[in-house]
């Protein structure tokens, strides 16, 4: 029970500079969606107009990389962490490098096959100083804040010096089937909407239900939530 391991749930984690950026991230793109799906509800994005869905992202993305700079400076100062400017840093390349090398490799493909959708040269520049000249400054601006504005982390009893061993558990309880239910579960939950959503995509076809979409996302959050909880404490 809670007496057992009171002493060792506050205790820090060993990687807490990936863990943190990793939450900075979350964040930055948990507020990109939310704003995407927003915009199309009330009728400021048109999905008929694809070239302005894509911008709009691109654009929210880059002004919300200051929230991922806050969250996870904030959340690091709180760990007691010291590399505040590597953890920054992280955070604003965590998303940002993977994604570009597997859009640079998919680009390099279509090039090679001389498929029309590889993007020119221009927008690549463009995207990439948006990224550069906006996003990652905003990153340092939003880290810079969010670790003076937190306090120190309080916990509410002391963690204990000596690190608890934890015991061999079945396993339905270990790591590789926690992974795999954490994951289908909040799959299972928008599968539907989104065979629609690649149905579109892959027909070229306009999607429109941006209504269902928000309701659908707004599920998604609840039951990631609810399933977190969950096997956290199981």
């Known amino acids: 029970g809670w007496k057992l391991i009171h002493g060792d749930v506050f205790r820090f984690p060993e990687h807490k500079n990936l863990f943190c950026a990793a939450l900075g991230v979350g964040a930055q793109l948990l507020s990109v969606c939310s704003l995407l799906l927003i ?11 694809i070239g302005s869905l894509y911008t709009s992202g691109i654009v929210i993305f880059a002004l919300a990389s200051a ?11 709180k760990l007691q962490g010291e590399k505040w400017a590597r953890n920054i840093l ?13 859009s640079i490799s998919a680009d390099i493909i279509a090039r090679y096959y001389h498929s ?3 993007l020119p040269i221009s927008t690549a520049i463009e995207i990439f100083a948006i990224w550069l000249f906006i996003g990652f400054p905003l990153t340092i601006f939003g880290g810079i804040s969010g670790r003076r504005m ?14 608890r061993e934890i015991p061999s558990v079945p396993f339905y309880r270990g790591y590789t089937f926690q992974f795999l239910l954490s994951g289908f ?3 299972s939950a928008i599968y539907v909407e989104l065979h629609y959503i690649f149905g579109s995509l892959w027909t070229h076809h306009t999607y429109g239900l941006y209504g269902i979409l928000f309701i659908v ?7 990631t939530a609810c399933i977190t909880t969950t096997l956290t404490y199981f």
Not at 39 to 49: A, F, H, M, R
Not at 67 to 77: E, K, P, Q
Not at 150 to 163: D, E, L, Q
């Open 90 to 102: 992280l955070a604003a390349t965590l998303f940002a490098v993977p994604t570009s090398i597997v």
């Open 150 to 163: 937190v306090g120190p982390f309080s916990a509410p009893v002391r963690t204990k010096n000596a690190i």
């Open 67 to 77: 929230v991922a700079g806050a969250v996870s400076a904030g959340f690091y100062h």
């Open 217 to 223: 996302f707004i599920v998604l959050l609840l039951v």
């Open 116 to 118: 029309t959708s590889a």
């Open 39 to 49: 915009l199309s509800v009330i009728g400021w994005l048109y999905p008929e107009q």
């Open 185 to 187: 579960l909040p799959f």
